[in-house]
């Protein structure tokens, strides 16, 4: 079964930075257009970026010029660089193949002072 592997996540204070990573036993879904969304407690889920298959990226307006989403070919990732971090950036992140609309597990980011 192909799965979608999230890491990177952890506890973070304000202003640091933290790279996630997505890793999937199938490398086809990593190299196609891919996605990173997050989830607040109480709250729906949220679109970050997407990267395609070109390597052209695209943000949500609420992230951009502070995340930037990329793919590493070598290791067969997806990474999310996040920057500049806020409390409010508290989610589970979560990426996700946008050609199969298949979901990871999540990764638990906390941003806490």
């Known amino acids: 079964q192909v799965r979608l592997v999230e890491s990177g996540g952890g506890l973070m204070q304000p202003g640091q930075s933290l790279r996630l990573s997505c890793t999937s036993s199938?490398?086809?879904?990593?190299?196609?257009?891919m996605g990173w969304y997050r989830q607040a407690a109480g709250k729906e889920r949220e679109f970050l970026a997407t990267?395609?298959?070109?390597?052209?990226?695209y943000y949500a307006d609420s992230v951009k010029g502070r995340f930037i989403i990329s793919r590493d070919n070598v290791k067969h990732a997806v990474l999310l660089q996040m920057n500049n971090l806020k409390l409010e950036d508290t989610a589970v992140y979560y990426c996700?193949?946008?050609?199969?609309?298949?979901w990871g597990l999540g990764t638990q980011v906390t941003v806490s002072s």
């Open positions: 990267i395609d298959n070109r390597g052209s990226p």
């Open positions: 996700k193949s946008e050609v199969w609309n298949y």
């Open positions: 199938e490398i086809s879904w990593i190299r196609s257009t």
